[in-house]
Each structure stands twice: as structure tokens, then as C-alpha cells.
């Protein structure tokens, strides 16, 4: 191959920390909670080998504060419990069955994990740079996982009113005390800018409205749409820069409303919009619909792709700027991805066009003679000596790295498990279309249905359901009773009503299933989707994370 190291890097932090890999939510979440305990950065963790199933089971055993008295008498079924309810476990049920770590039930899961197995590929980075936008949000996070752990000395001091999973996993941290340290690392949080600020902000929202539930339904529930909620919003996150990064290559400059903020109602225009089949059978209209829309998102990889080429090797050429006097970078060498794009600008073409130029010349005089067909091709474009190189890195790599975009976005997307925006019938031979899984859909009207009232307090109301339906819509990008205007699609017309219709019904019927819709007559103003659990009326106002009242 003719490319070197620099050529081929593709990670481009200043878009997304993620190596886009397959994820495992409850790893990246495990390793979230050690950034959220170290303040951004990572820990360190020394153990000499690697804990089982049967290592797990002795540490809650061997517990010597007589909170599991019992246990050791039934151990098969103490294992069992452990193994099923307690651990994440790799190739579960197979003969390499192996445990990657606690779920994340509790803060402290992270010192239990086997780091070599439950490995989150930077998304618990992007995570937390994403919540650090919103400061109480991430400070409610941590109340919320830590809440029996004393924030000073880091001592647990359990509650009474602790779930067993935590009292359990506490007890497990307490047993390896001294056995191995944890300890943050040694390098500092590295800030991302972020090239849209609505995500993140939007990200914020949403775990302060949820994290509201927490005396409302067990730890162990909470956790799990905890997860679904994250994952669903990293994905939303990458779909925003599939089509923010290569708009902005284009353009030369990101857009001004992205870098400046946008106003209370006003959308960026990079929102995604995805319409999802909510019917769930193959073959309707509704369906159909479903796959075209993610068929046009999947199709954004190879630009997307393209973009994150350009916006990495333009810092690259910062970085040589930087060594002749020519470009000042900033202090930790972490450039933005706004700046890089910037280096775009005619004013830099000149030293531009040389550096590219040195790139591509030496990609091509190891090429043997004459050159292939594919290569003389983009030769004889006659295109900028950057857009020529962008094109040959294209020719060797942008295969390789659609291939492992389009696993991460199918694990992003809860592929295949609950909570999923996604499914593929019929396993990788099957089209993929987007759904509204019964889970995910518990959890937006979770978030939704709580909206602060005239005084600001925080408090759950009911909704009609086109009320529903529009929040959805405008909040998320999520079209169930019409079709989008863009991203594939061109608005309704007339023969898509009865598709549209098919799929309104259809979502009624799920509201009724999960038990959020009442229906009290047959006027449409009585047909509400109505809160699972009333909150407001006597809302505690000592937990500090909540946001202040107004007036």
C-alpha cells in the first residue's frame, strides 16, 4: 500500500473522540462512570489478573459486614444471580464465555471491570465532553451513581434505602481495597469545541429530565434507560456531523449559527430527520418509508467519511504552519475542527497547495509504472493538490473505514436489542430500516412529558397525542404521522396520507400498550398520553443539581 501512518490516520477527535468500533453500552457507561468520578479523565487501574465469574461470587462471599449472611450456603444460586443480574459478561452461554465487568449500576463499577475486555472505544470520552456543556447535568449524573459515596474521603456510606445491586457491588469494591489502586490519569481533560452546540445542549435536557424519576422507580430501571437515552443520543450526535462536516468542507467555514448558538426555538439546520417505522411490518408503506430514510443516512458515510479525512489532515498542515512561524496553534495543540476547516480560507492556498502537493507525490512514486487505471483517473481531474489527495486516501482507505462506521452507528442505534431506533431483518442480508422500539419510546415520553411550568419548576403534565407527535418531531427529528422535508424525502403528498395514517395508528396502539395512553371519550381533546409517575407537586428541592426556580 501506498500510504504511511499519517496518511491513513483516520481519528479525528475534534469531530468525535469515538474509534469507530462496535459498542457495548453497559462498557462505555462502566467506563463514563470513572471520567465522571475523575472529572474527565480516565483511571488507572492495576490488578494482576483478570477476575471470573468465580472471583466476583467470592469477593460478595467472603463479605465480613454480615449483609449477605446466607449466600455462601447457596452458592449455585448466589452465582447465578451474580452472573445474570450483576456482570456483564462477553460471549454469554458460549464456551468463551467471559466477563467484561459489573453493569453499571453503581458509580464504582469501573474498579471491577477487566479493562482488556470492556473496552468503550473513546465513546465514554465523547460522552462526557458532550454533557460537560451543561455542568448540572453532569453533576447530576454523578449524584445520582455516587450517592452512597462520601465525595471527600470517597468512602461508601450506604443508605437505607440502597438496592441490593449496589449494596452488593459496594461490598465487592470494599473487598479489593489495597488489592488494586485507582488512580486518575496523569494527563489532563483535553476540552472539546464543539462544531454544534444544540446536541449537546439538548443531551443536557434530557438527563436532567429523566435523572427526575429516580425516586420514582428502581435504580436498576433507571440505569438501563439511563443507557438508552445515551446511546440514542450519540447516535443523533453523529448524524447531525454527517452532514455538518462535509457542508462545511465544502463551504470552507463551519456555520455561524453552529459556532455562535442558537436561539431558544430555533433548529440548526444540520438536525437530522429520520422517519421511523412505528407499524413494524415489512412491506407497507410505512416500512418502506422507514428504509428509504435510513438508506439515505448510511448513504452520508463515504462523505462523511471524506470530511473527517479533510478536517485531520488540515490540522496536520496547522501543525506544519505552526513550525514555520506561519500559524499560531493553541497552547495544548488540540485544534478545533471550525480552525482546521478555516485553514480552507483562499489566503492559505499558496503553502496549502504545497504541502498537499509533497503528500500526493510521494503517495504516487511508490506506485509502480504505469499507474492504475483508478489512480490516473483521479490524476487527471485536474483537481487542487489537496481535493487530490483527499481522492487517493478515498481510493485506498474510504472502504475500510465506511466498514467500521457502519458497525459503530448499528450499535449507537441499539441494533437488535432493546430500545433499538434500528433493525435489519434477517441479519446482514436484510435492509435496515428505522423503528420505534417500545423501550425508546417509554423513555423519550419519560423526558418529554416533564416541562417546567410558569414558575420554571420541573414538573410532568399530560399531552395530546399530536402534541407527542410534534415534540417528537421537533426535538429529536423523529417523523411518525408525516414524512420529512429533506434528508431523502420532499414532504407528504397525497398518496403517502394513507402510509402516514397506518403509522399514526399504529403508535397510538403502542402508547396504549405501554400503558401512556388514556382514552376518555371519543373527543380528540380527552385523548391524552398521560404520565407514568406525577412529578412536581412535592418535588425536593435539596438536591442540589436541580435547576433553580425563577421569580
Known sequence: MALDSKDRAFRCDAISRIDYKTL????????????????GVTSRMRRATDLD?????????????????????NEDVTRRWVATHL???VNRGRVSEAVAGPRPLHGFAYR?????????????????????????????????????????????????????ESQALLSMVEATQGKAQDRAENSSRREQ???????????????????????????????????????????????????????????????NACVGGYKHDEQCRFRP?????????????????????????????????????AVLKLTDFAKDLHRQGKY???????????????????????DREVFFDMRVRRILDEEEEPLAPELQTIIDLGLSRFDTYLELI????????????????????????????????????????????????????????????????????????????????????????TLPTEDGFHGPDLPDQAAVRANTAAFVDRLREIGYYRDLSDAYLAQTVTPRFTIGAHLERSQSWLPPRSG
Open 24 to 39: 457495548a453500552m453497559d462498557r462505555v457507561l462502566t467506563a463514563f462512570l470513572a471520567r465522571l468520578w475523575h472529572g
Open 53 to 73: 465469574v468465580n472471583a466476583y461470587l467470592e469477593l460478595l462471599v467472603d463479605d465480613k459486614t454480615g449483609r449477605f449472611d446466607g449466600f455462601a450456603d
Open 87 to 89: 456482570l456483564d459478561l
Open 112 to 164: 471491577l471491570r477487566n479493562t482488556f475486555r470492556s473496552r468503550p472505544y473513546g465513546a465514554d470520552e465523547q460522552l462526557y465532553e458532550l454533557l460537560a456543556v451543561n455542568d448540572i447535568a453532569l453533576k447530576a449524573l454523578r449524584e445520582f451513581f455516587f450517592s452512597d459515596i462520601d465525595p471527600t474521603t470517597g468512602e461508601a456510606v450506604p443508605g437505607p434505602d440502597i438496592d441490593v
Open 193 to 255: 469545541k464543539q462544531l454544534c452546540r444544540q446536541p449537546a445542549e439538548l443531551l443536557g435536557e434530557d438527563v436532567l429530565r429523566l435523572l427526575l424519576h429516580r425516586n420514582f422507580m428502581p435504580r436498576t430501571v433507571l440505569v438501563e434507560h439511563l443507557k438508552i437515552l445515551l446511546s440514542f443520543h450519540l447516535a443523533l450526535y453523529h448524524l447531525r456531523m454527517f452532514k455538518l462536516v462535509p457542508a462545511a468542507v465544502r463551504d470552507g467555514a463551519v456555520d
Open 273 to 309: 430527520q429520520l422517519f421511523v417505522d412505528v407499524a413494524g411490518s415489512e412491506g407497507e408503506l410505512p416500512a418502506e418509508y422507514a428504509v428509504k430514510s435510513a438508506a439515505t443516512w448510511y448513504g452520508r458515510l463515504p462523505q462523511f467519511v471524506r470530511g473527517t479525512f
Open 328 to 350: 499560531a496553534m493553541p497552547g495544548k495543540g488540540d485544534l478545533a475542527a471550525a480552525d482546521a476547516i478555516a485553514l480552507l480560507d483562499k489566503k492559505y492556498e499558496a
Open 394 to 481: 478515498m481510493h485506498y482507505r474510504g472502504a475500510f473505514q465506511r466498514k467500521y462506521l457502519v458497525d459503530c452507528l448499528d450499535s449507537m442505534f441499539l441494533k437488535g436489542r432493546p430500545g433499538e431506533l434500528l433493525t435489519q431483518p434477517r441479519g446482514s442480508t436484510g435492509v435496515r430500516r428505522f423503528v420505534l422500539d417500545s423501550r425508546l419510546l417509554e423513555v423519550l415520553l419519560q423526558v418529554c412529558l416533564v416541562q417546567p411550568d410558569a414558575s420554571g419548576q420541573m414538573r410532568t403534565r399530560p399531552m395530546r397525542v399530536d402534541e407527542v407527535l410534534e415534540t417528537l418531531q421537533t426535538r429529536y427529528g423523529l417523523y411518525i404521522d
